[in-house]
Nanobody, 120 residues
């Protein structure tokens, strides 16, 4: 089973920046959407940003103007540039890929999560 491997989390002061990256451990064919989700303690997992294969993007209102999602279709990687970080951005961040076979059946892949902590 192919897994997604995230990197780039850590501890940063408010107003700082971090860049998260995600790559698959093996080959995944026909990837459509790539996205980032996060889950803070005691809260449900929420969508942060998603990017389609055609590079159309969608962001949670709370991160618009601060976070930028990008992808590289040649090597199937996705990144999340996070600027002007706030304490409320503290969470475990998960990357997610969606693939679709010729019959329209979707498969979902998740990373193990990477901790982002924003604190002074």
């Amino acid at each position: 089973q192919v897994e997604l491997v995230e990197s780039g989390g850590g501890l940063v002061q408010p107003g700082g920046s971090l860049r998260l990256s995600c790559a698959p451990s093996g080959i995944i064919f026909r990837i459509t959407d790539m996205g980032w989700y996060r889950q803070a303690p005691g809260k449900q997992r929420e969508l942060v940003a998603v990017i389609t294969r055609a590079a159309s993007t969608n962001y949670a209102d709370s991160v618009k103007g601060r976070f930028t999602i990008s992808r590289n279709n040649a090597n199937n990687t996705v990144s999340l540039q996070m600027n002007s970080l706030k304490p409320e951005d503290t969470a475990v961040y998960y990357c997610n890929f969606v693939s679709e076979n010729w019959f329209g059946r979707r498969s979902y892949y998740w990373g193990q999560g990477t901790q982002v902590t924003v604190s002074s």
